[in-house]
């Protein structure tokens, strides 16, 4: 009888936010295969917990998915962890899944923390819709065109960033996408965690005043601006619209304001009735 590939979300930085059903999975497999096993021991040490584990990474995975599966068809249990949050989301462990259900082995997901969700959760961006792009490529030209093909996306964009690049990266989301509404989330659940708000230029100026930037990064980028709003749509739904792209209320008035060519005072008085 076939063994479970268990897919064990872990925590993204505070580790109070495991489980109880992933504390469970993990002690009950019989190997955990981890990317790095330094990273997960600690984990591990913490929940007070002792497994075999495996190292699974980008640079051994296809030579490594055949050997797990081969514990999986004699019947083990596996749990696949990445260092931090949700494996598969920008990790290692795609060929290993793929191989275990042309296998017929069963593949449990055991939800958990994700640093993509978490940073849009508390955004304040439209969360209706969104797109997660992983990382950023890292030359300028290639990072220009990715934005470039993306500007006009109705939905929020999520990208992870390195500390070093997170500069250059907010300068090339102010070149291809201008002003709209960015979030840069750092060190989510950590001691030292951080949202700054505002322009891809505003936030750049922030962080290119301190000495230097360090953590895990999430970049968010607000939806692309829905085209000018017809006068003969009621002006409160024109500002629902704008609201929805991200806005604050009195962004979206200032906006639905200069669509009808109107003053601000005067949006604020037609919709509110004051």
Known sequence: MPGILYIVATPIGNLEDITLRARRILRECDWIACEDTRQTRKLLEHLDISKPLVSYHE????????????????????????????????????????????????????????????????????TDSFRFCGFLPPKTSQRRKMLEQLKQETCTLIFYETPHRI?????????????????????????????????????????????SVKGEITLLIGKAESPAVADDIPLEDAVRAVEQQGLSRMDAIKRAAKQRGLSKREVYRIITGE
């Open 59 to 126: 640079h051994n995975e296809a030579g490594r998915a055949g050997d797990l599966v081969a514990k999986l068809e004699a019947g083990a249990k596996v749990a696949l962890v990445s260092d931090a949050g949700t494996p598969l989301v920008s990790d290692p462990g795609y060929r290993v899944v793929t191989a275990a259900i042309g296998a017929g082995i069963p593949v449990v997901p055991i939800p958990g923390a994700t640093a993509a969700v978490s940073a849009l959760s508390a955004s304040g961006l439209a």
């Open 167 to 211: 500069l250059d990266a907010l300068a090339d989301v102010e070149k291809e996408m201008g002003s709209r509404p960015v979030v840069v989330a750092r060190e989510l659940t950590k001691v030292h965690e951080e949202f700054l708000r505002g322009t891809a230029a505003e936030i750049r100026a922030t962080l290119a005043g301190r000495p």
